[in-house]
T-cell receptor
Framework: TQLLEQSPQFLSIQEGENLTVYCNSS?????LQWYRQEPGEGPVLLVT?????EVKKLKRLTFQFGDARKDSSLHITAAQPGDTGLYLC?????????FGTGTSLTVIP | DVKVTQSSRYLVKRTGEKVFLECVQD?????MFWYRQDPGLGLRLIYF???????EKGDIPEGYSVSREKKERFSLILESASTNQTSMYLC???????????????FGPGTRLTVL
């Protein structure tokens, strides 16, 4: 079983649409990261959230950490083809670091 | 910017060969990690190291060993490669922090290993 479950697993949308990706767990995390990975490349860190309820914005991307620090969401406004990739959440708890199952996003021009 | 480099982007080896994958980071990070990534299975931790000459098994260490002789370099060794070790291998590093740590990991570009 995965400690961090992401949904949806796959998402294909038209350019200009909005979308939300979810990262859920029953565990509490001291910090949570979101990464984007393009095909054939390593994951690239997008953001870290550490405080329950925290919201961070990165251009058209909005990240939220749940109040209880068990879940997070990533919202993309007006998606562009350059947003295509695998989105991974990762949580840190104790001495452990866990990756989510990933959401594969395709934005069609 | 943190830079993590891996010795090869693509590698093709034969069953039974000894394979070395090297990873170098230039930001003086204490922690280094080796993962493999497979479709449907996500990222799985093979080994990690929190200091020179120190190593800890991850979730799937069988068939692998590691070496960390210098702080900036972390090597993954496949003693006798098998076809089920065909995968994307990712190296990462992070700063050692305490307390309510950010623990951000920085990844290399990956090595796609094919074992025939």
């Amino acid at each position: 079983t995965q400690l961090l479950e992401q949904s949806p697993q796959f998402l294909s949308i038209q350019e200009g649409e909005n979308l939300t990706v979810y990262c859920n767990s029953s565990s509490v995390f001291s910090s949570l990261q979101w990464y984007r990975q393009e095909p054939g490349e390593g994951p690239v860190l997008l953001v870290t959230v550490v405080t329950g309820g925290e919201v961070k914005k990165l251009k058209r991307l909005t990240f939220q950490f749940g109040d209880a620090r068990k879940d997070s969401s990533l919202h993309i406004t007006a998606a562009q083809p350059g947003d295509t990739g695998l989105y991974l959440c990762a949580g840190h708890t104790g001495n452990q670091f866990y990756f989510g199952t990933g959401t594969s996003l395709t934005v069609i021009p | 910017d943190v830079k993590v480099t891996q010795s090869s982007r693509y590698l093709v080896k034969r069953t039974g060969e000894k394979v070395f994958l090297e990873c170098v980071q230039d930001m003086d990070h204490e922690n280094m990690f080796w993962y493999r990534q497979d479709p449907g299975l996500g990222l799985r931790l093979i080994y990690f190291s929190y200091d020179v000459k120190m190593k800890e098994k991850g979730d799937i260490p069988e068939g692998y060993s590691v070496s960390r002789e210098k702080k900036e370099r972390f090597s993954l060794i496949l003693e006798s490669a098998s076809t089920n070790q065909t995968s994307m291998y990712l190296c990462a590093s992070s700063l050692e922090t305490s307390g309510r740590a950010r623990n951000e990991q920085f990844f290399g570009p990956g090595t796609r290993l094919t074992v025939l």
